[in-house]
């Protein structure tokens, strides 16, 4: 039996957004959603200053600038709210990972998890997400980990979550 992984760390604004950002990518498509919003509104404002279209070119501006004011809200502006927003999320975390479970503490809260209750990974070159929920999740970040331990860290993720996915 190897020994724990023991992650001590208080999350910074830019880490939790990160891991928030990351999460956004992965469930919505922003890579579609963006260029669409914006032909959207660019048809909808040629429309007007063209003079063609009658009601649908005011319309079709709207919606696009709309939609896109929407898509950049949700990963501009949420991300950065829910940190500032929830001061749990700047407390000391202290986790212990281990085959066999995970000790999770931080001044609240302190308990045991089984490793059964996390259905996924999600990792990036800055985080990694441990999903618990659809959209319940852990932000980790990387640069958590003591040089040489991540490796064994990811090679334990590997072992005892279902999905792994790198980003």
């Not at 005011?58 to 709309?66: D, E, K």
Request: net charge neutral; no cysteine; aromatic share 12%.
């Amino acid at each position: 039996m190897s020994d724990p992984i023991t992650l001590d760390f208080t999350y910074t604004e830019a880490q939790y957004v990160a891991g928030v950002r990351l999460h956004l990518s992965h469930r919505h498509r922003y890579r579609v959603d963006v260029p669409l919003a914006v032909a959207v509104a660019l048809l909808g404002g040629a429309g007007l200053v063209a003079g063609v279209g009658g009601v649908i070119a005011p319309v079709l501006l709207a919606v696009g600038l709309v939609y896109l004011g929407l898509l950049a809200l949700g990963w501009f502006w949420v991300p950065v709210r829910q940190y500032r927003s929830q001061p749990k999320l700047r407390d000391a975390y202290l986790l212990s990972f281990a085959e066999e479970g995970i000790e999770f503490r931080t001044v609240d809260v302190q308990s045991s998890l089984l490793w059964a209750m996390y259905l996924r990974v999600l990792a990036d070159a800055d985080v990694y997400l441990l999903y618990y929920a659809r959209d319940g999740f852990t932000v980790l970040p990387r640069d958590a980990f003591s040089p040489g331990e991540e490796a064994g860290f990811r090679a334990l993720l590997k072992r005892k979550v279902p999905e792994f996915v790198e980003r």
